[in-house]
């Protein structure tokens, strides 16, 4: 029965459609001057883009970042007044414009109700919490909301953290968008959490938790492991490529939930060489729920899945092509890899025709952090990891390579 989900999706779509860019029928005004906005940005950094995704092929530490690393120092934030900065808000202004060093915000445990904008001239940022009792960073902003001028402000501008810098690190932070939960078919519901606009992010045990459109994985290069992210319909979002690992992914909607709305495309600069691979994670949500693995933004819509349990709210066909006409020869590339669970494709064969079942050569590719040219920023964040549980946190510059960490959590 493909088709009941189906038409049950056709809902959520009209709901989605009129208000994620491509789909109002296509090329809109309104998605051309996104595009163009997002041209001019890449205008301005396609050289600083192209040596930090390039570079020496992403084999060594970016020289930059070796250097950020030497001179690391930390804010503390404490809303309670006895830290360097009552927020995160003050603590960001502080940051010299073009920064240098990396810039450690040790974040007391709190709530931090605050909307914030990392700007491009601010690298090098970390949000540092303690995973097990964290801070929270959370607003409520839809795309329906208004914003100073009157306008709504649109997925974009509905974002609780937008990070348009790079070489971003959090650990251990609670990352989340309020709003009510858009009902299927209300509109100006997406509701984004956290939004990665710069490359060479790195996200450690965080949580991004929303409802509709929760983790604009926008642009860039992307490592998230060992995080949670919620939400409903197209909830890990955009173009960049992105290494999931050892993730937790659940719905919060009893009714159709789709997991990615991968953005890969021959028509944005940039954005053909991206996807997102999902490495040992888990999906699950709530019971009774309908889960897709993705739905194609972009025409060449890029997806893994390998090593993934998949719980029963994962609909047999697993994805959808949306706007595609010919999704088997759009260029549209979906494939799992050696999933399990009642949700995977396992046994029953019944997953779109389209869809690949991969094979371990295919899937090389997409399984490490090789992916994201990992080893060449990644090493910020194993240290971090090592160190967090002793009481004097603090970066070690210990060059302990993602490869390695790759070989070992690649035999399972
Ligand atoms: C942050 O703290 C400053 C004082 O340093 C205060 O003026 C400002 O209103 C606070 N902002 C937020 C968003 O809480
Ligand atoms: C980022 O900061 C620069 C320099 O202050 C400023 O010109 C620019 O408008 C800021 N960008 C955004 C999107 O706020
Ligand atoms: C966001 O929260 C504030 C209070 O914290 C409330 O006044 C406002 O209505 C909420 N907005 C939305 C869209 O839920
Ligand atoms: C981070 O999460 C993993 C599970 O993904 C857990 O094993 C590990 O203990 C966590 N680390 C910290 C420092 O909380
Ligand atoms: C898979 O992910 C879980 C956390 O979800 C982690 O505890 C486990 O070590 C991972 N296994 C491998 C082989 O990486």
Known sequence: MATKPLLVLATVLLASSSLLPRAAGGMGASFSNWVAANQQSYAVNAALYAKKSAGDGGKTLDADLSAAEEKKVTYVVDPSGKGDYPNITAALEAIPEGNTKRVILDLKTAVYREKLFLNLSKPFVTFRSDPMNPATIVWNDTAATPGKDGKPVGTVGSTTVAVESDYFVAHGVVFRNDA?????????????????????????????DGGQDTLYDHKGLHYFKGCLIRGS??????????????????????????????QRTKSIEGAIDTGFSFKNCSIGGVKGGQIYLGRAWGDSSRV????????????????????????????????????????????????????????????????????????????????????????????????STSSELCRSSLHR
Request: glycine share 10%; net charge neutral.
């Open 233 to 262: 319909v197209d909830f890990i979002f955009g173009f960049g490529r992105s290494f999931y690992e050892d993730c937790r992914i659940e719905s919060v909607v009893k009714e159709v939930a789709v997991l990615t709305a991968q």
């Open 180 to 208: 009510p939960l858009a009902k299927p078919g209300a509109k100006g519901g997406q509701a984004v959490a956290l939004r990665l606009f710069g490359t060479k992010a790195a996200l450690y045990n965080c949580t991004i």
């Open 304 to 399: 893994v899945y390998a090593y993934t349990e998949m719980g029963e709210e994962v609909v047999p066909i697993g994805w959808d092509g949306w706007n595609v006409a010919k999704p088997e020869t759009s260029g549209i590339y979906y494939g799992e890899f050696k999933c399990f669970g009642p949700g995977s494709d396992a046994k029953r064969k019944k997953r779109v025709g389209w869809a690949l079942d991969m094979t371990e050569d295919q899937v090389k590719p997409f399984i490490g952090m090789h992916y994201i040219f990992g080893d060449s920023f990644s090493s910020t964040g194993v240290p971090l990891h090592r160190r967090l549980s002793s009481t004097s946190a603090t970066y070690s510059t210990v060059h």
